[in-house]
């Protein structure tokens, strides 16, 4: 199997503490699994699946219903788990060869997705300062201005950004969907004139 498809993360152990403490403190407040489905808008299936099952569940699961059961979170979380015996963290370890982690275009895909360009913008060397300070990381402006390019430069319709040159650099800001839709209808004119 290889990195790209690698398994799902589960861990019944703390799940079952999860499940165990959280179960017992709805028993205790008269929480039934009705109530914390008609809370949450999720089918009571799901419900009974995050609260009681043995499957995994996200983040966003374990919040809703503990919202939905008016808990605070440091209620539910109140016991220990086994930390396993790692290996030193990474800065420890610059003697060996380690796994690279991935490259500025990874980081500014990423970074797209999560929303951290709305309303905003950004030149390489502003962008390269936000992911060094975020991943404490030790990017340079040239491995941004490469990704910027390479994003900007890439297909048409899947570019979510146009740039304004500002000195010797660009500005990147996110496509609005009447730039995406301006872009698109060129798109077609210019198969149309061939």
Do not use: H
């Not at 089918?43 to 809703?64: C, D, E, H, P, W």
């Not at 941004?144 to 990147?172: H, T, W």
């Amino acid at each position: 199997m290889s990195k790209s498809q690698s398994k799902q993360y589960i861990d019944p152990e703390s799940l079952s503490l999860f499940r165990q403490t959280f179960w017992g403190k709805c028993k205790t407040s008269g929480i039934t699994l009705e109530d914390l489905a008609e809370r949450t808008d999720l089918s009571y299936i799901q419900i009974f699946r995050i609260v009681r099952g043995k499957n995994n569940t996200s983040l966003s699961n374990v919040m809703a219903v503990i919202k939905a059961a008016e808990f605070q979170p440091f209620e539910i979380f109140t016991f220990n788990i086994e930390i396993p015996d790692y290996p030193p963290l990474r800065k420890y370890r610059q003697d060996q060869k380690l796994p690279k982690s991935p490259g500025a275009i990874f980081y500014l895909r990423a970074y797209i997705e999560n929303g951290v360009f709305e309303g905003k913008s950004f030149t390489p060397a502003e962008f390269k300062n936000l992911v060094n300070s975020d991943l404490d990381s030790k990017f340079s402006d040239k491995d941004f201005s490469v990704a910027f390019s390479k994003i900007f430069n890439g297909l048409q319709d899947k570019n979510p950004l146009k740039r304004v040159q500002e000195g010797s650099s660009y500005r990147y800001f996110l496509l609005s969907e009447d730039d995406k839709d301006v872009i698109l209808t060129d798109k077609r004119k210019m198969k149309r004139t061939k």
